[in-house]
Each structure stands twice: as C-alpha cells, then as structure tokens.
C-alpha cells in the first residue's frame, strides 16, 4: 500500500474505461489525482469518490492542456505522474477509412499525446526538489501487430509510442530526472473494445491489468525505467491469435 504516496497524478480520459482503473489504483495507492474527461458527470462523481478534482479537458486543445495541468500545479503543488489515456476507436480499414477519421484519431491520440509530454515536462521539470516525474503513454499493441480493421486508430498509437522512445532520450540527455515510458495493451474488456465488437473473445484483459501497470511505472518502483514498451496481450503477439 501506498506505492505513490504524495505523488500528484493527471489521467486523460480518467471517467470510464482504462482510464477510470488507473484513477481508482493511483488514489488506493495514496495518490492524488486530477482527473480529465470530457464526460463532466461521470468525471465529476469519480474525482469525489477519490477526494480528488476534475477538469473538462479536451485533449486536441493547448489551452485546455494549459488548464488541466495548473490545476494539478494550483491544487496539489506540484505533477509527478502523467498519464496520456485519452482516446477513440473508429473501425475502418484502409480502403473504407476517410482522411477526417485519419485526422480526427490523429490528433486525440498524436496531439493530445504530444501535447500532454510538451506540458507536463514543463511541470515536472517545475517540482519542488528539482525536476522528477514518469509520464505513461498508452499506445496498444495495433502500433506493432497488424489489425487490418483499425488503420486509423493503429497510425495514431503509432505515433504515441515512437514519441514515448523520442521523449525518453531527450529526458536522459537534459539530465532532468524524468522518465517517459509507454505501455502497449492488448484486448481489454473496455467500451472502446466494444465498439469495435470484439468485447466476447475469450481471454480478454481486464482494465485492472493495465492499472496494475501504470501504477508500477508511476511508483519508484521503477525509477530505472525509461523508454520502455510494455506489451500486456496475454502473449497473444507471439503465438497469434486470441486476446
């Protein structure tokens, strides 16, 4: 208990799905959390559930990114964990896929990802003591395994993971004592996976598997750690198929 006692956590997309576990996990843990969604009731009565706070955040929009991390800066004094959550799936494949859904998936998951390091760098690197922080990434295992149904969502988690590896060199060669890493999840019982109707395969992941992960990489725990891609499919990537 109390892995991340006196770490103050921002989670994007923090009032359903992924997101919501990895709220509840950083609080259990002793963490105290800003909470971001654009669903303000379901943000609004988790955050109070946590004794934390919460902010209509849309990720696409600097100066929403500007409000959600003074507020953690304003409320609790400082940011040590970011996690980048935030996002949507729209099912298409290439052929089928329009250049709005490309841009739109583009810059939730791109944008709001780059956006989210670019600020949240620049709190950390504010944080009584000198700078120090993790910032989490959720890309998914689309960015390296092919899902021909996903060509949208599967370019934007493209792009979140090789600015995880991009960030975390940067850190390292600043000297700023901040470590960025990315986790890469499988098939999760989530509303995103349901909206692509894969929610009744067997062997899915629970979003408390990914919340175990993101609480480890928000810990000391793994202070080591940086530039890492966390693969969690439940091998399904070595031996194919399944989830």
């Known amino acids: 208990m109390e892995r991340v006692k006196g770490k103050v956590a921002l989670v994007t997309g923090g009032a359903s799905g992924l997101g919501q576990a990895d709220v509840l996990a950083l ?39 500007h409000k959600a991390v003074g507020l953690a800066v304003s409320r609790f004094g400082r940011l040590d964990v970011l996690v980048n959550n935030a996002g949507i799936v729209v099912p298409a494949d290439i052929e089928s896929a329009t250049l709005e859904e490309y841009r739109l998936l583009g810059a939730i998951h791109g944008e709001g990802t780059f956006l989210g390091c670019k600020y949240g760098i620049q709190a950390m690197k504010a944080n009584p003591g000198g700078p120090s922080g993790s910032i989490i990434n959720i890309s998914s295992l689309s960015a390296v395994r092919g899902f021909p149904g996903v060509i949208t969502y599967a370019a934007a988690k493209g792009a979140v993971l090789a600015m995880t590896t991009t960030i975390a060199a940067h850190m390292r060669e600043k000297g700023y004592g901040m470590r960025c890493n990315a986790i890469l999840p499988g098939m999760i019982n989530t509303p995103l996976l349901k909206a692509v109707g894969a929610d009744t395969l067997p062997g899915l992941g629970q979003p408390e598997d990914v919340a175990n992960t993101v609480l480890f990489l928000a810990s000391d725990e793994s202070r080591h750690m940086s530039g890492a891609h966390i693969v969690l499919d439940n091998a399904s990537s070595i031996i194919g198929g399944g989830a």
């Not at 909470?35 to 559930?49: I, M, W």
């Open 27 to 65: 609080a259990r843990e002793g963490a105290r959390v800003v909470v971001t969604d654009l669903n303000a009731e379901a943000g609004q009565a988790l955050a109070r559930e946590v004794d934390g706070v919460f902010i209509r955040h849309d990720v696409r929009s600097e100066d929403d990114w």
